[in-house]
Nanobody
Framework: QVQLVESGGGLVQAGGSLRLSCVAS????????MGWYRQAPGKQRELVAA???????KYADSVKGRFTISRDNAKNTVYLQMNSLKPEDTAVYYC????????????????WGQGTLVTVSS
């Protein structure tokens, strides 16, 4: 069974920084894409940033230039460095893994983490 465990959320003042981490545990052959989504109160979940196994990245316009996604394929871990945080970045941040290949299961899995809360005070 594959699980994603996030860490690094918390309370920070506007202009500050946080680094989120997400580790995929279990017996995993490969993961195609990993990413971070967020959901603010009363809003839909949205993509923040994503990275392929080859290192290609994409970002939401609202975080470009402030957030950086990176990945350690050997450790099945994805990171999100968040700088110059704004109150509007306040949300629950979810880790996502797509194209997960595991033993004895045909096809690809998609897995979500339980979420970590990021609160940015003004």
């Amino acid at each position: 069974q594959v699980q994603l465990v996030e860490s690094g959320g918390g309370l920070v003042q506007a202009g500050g920084s946080l680094r989120l981490s997400c580790v995929a545990s279990g017996t995993i052959f490969s993961i195609k894409d990993m990413g971070w989504y967020r959901q603010a109160p009363g809003k839909q979940r949205e993509l923040v940033a994503a990275i392929t196994s080859g290192g290609s990245t994409k970002y939401a316009d609202s975080v470009k230039g402030r957030f950086t996604i990176s990945r350690d394929n050997a450790k099945n871990t994805v990171y999100l460095q968040m700088n110059s945080l704004k109150p509007e970045d306040t949300a629950v941040y979810y880790c996502n893994a797509e194209g997960v290949v595991v033993p004895l299961v045909a096809g690809y899995l998609e897995v979500w983490g339980q979420g970590t809360l990021v609160t940015v005070s003004s």
